[in-house]
């Protein structure tokens, strides 16, 4: 078990410029979850997948934010025409099917956009 | 609606003493209950959890908290703070009918003074 995985860890980018994140999940979990958390605050949920399918994304931001799971393994998350308020650490989490598991997290993206 | 409620943002103790977060929750089912803890540029690290079974939970580190329904409270106490101790503690409420879905609290800064 080598836990979940994100890369890149920091990211910066010019106002405008299209991101991509990545999230490896571990090995045997069906469930994935994306998060950002800003400054001060705590992590606020965007969507999830299980296996492939996207269940829930009525909580991302906008729709310059898409996510994808095309294999049920590793997840990517982007976001289109970057803005400064987008600035924040992204958190991949993931977890088993099984009821209401602990989610283990990994150590998380930061962007910043200039 | 779920919900968790941080009553503070900042709490300070001495090396030795007793440590309490303070925990409310706002749940519309039977919750999950989880503490994460978040030490400086590393990842969220699960603390405990409690999943209807036993409303005393013991965590890692010595750590410790007691689910209490009536006061819809959670809170973390720790019998002896150490140094390492300082971080980030955040309280998280969970809901089956939310795919597992995480609410974070606003968090809580932990200092702990030698």
């Known amino acids: 078990d080598t836990g979940v995985s994100q890369n890149p860890r920091h990211k910066i980018t010019k106002r405008g410029q299209n991101v991509t994140f990545r999230c490896d999940p571990i090995?045997?979990?069906?469930?994935l979850y994306w998060y950002r958390q800003t400054l001060g605050q705590g992590p606020e949920f965007l969507t999830y997948?299980?296996?492939?399918?996207?269940?829930?994304k009525s909580r991302l931001l906008s729709d310059r934010f898409s996510a994808e799971r095309p294999k049920g393994s590793f997840s990517t998350l982007e976001i289109q025409r970057t803005e400064q308020g987008d600035s924040a650490m992204y958190l991949c989490?993931?977890?088993?099917?099984?009821?209401?598991?602990?989610?283990?997290f990994g150590p998380g993206t930061r962007l910043l956009v200039l | 609606a779920q919900s968790v409620t941080q009553l503070d943002s900042h709490v300070s103790v001495s090396e030795g003493t007793p440590v309490l977060l303070r925990c409310n929750y706002s749940s519309s089912y039977s919750p999950s209950l989880f503490w994460y803890v978040q030490h400086p540029n590393k990842g969220l690290q699960l603390l405990l959890k409690?999943?209807?079974?036993?409303?005393l939970v013991k965590g890692i580190n010595g750590f410790e908290a007691e689910f209490k329904k009536s006061e819809t409270s959670f809170h973390l106490t720790k019998p002896s703070a150490h140094m390492s101790d300082a971080a980030e503690y955040f309280c998280?409420?969970?809901?089956?009918?939310?795919?597992?879905?995480?609410?974070f609290g606003t968090g809580t800064s932990l200092t702990v003074i030698p």
């Open positions: 090995s045997e979990h069906n469930r």
């Open positions: 409690y999943t209807s079974a036993a409303t």
């Open positions: 997948f299980q296996n492939e399918a996207q269940l829930e």
């Open positions: 998280v409420v969970s809901g089956s009918n939310t795919g597992n879905q995480f609410y």
């Open positions: 989490a993931s977890s088993p099917e099984r009821g209401r598991e602990t989610q283990y």
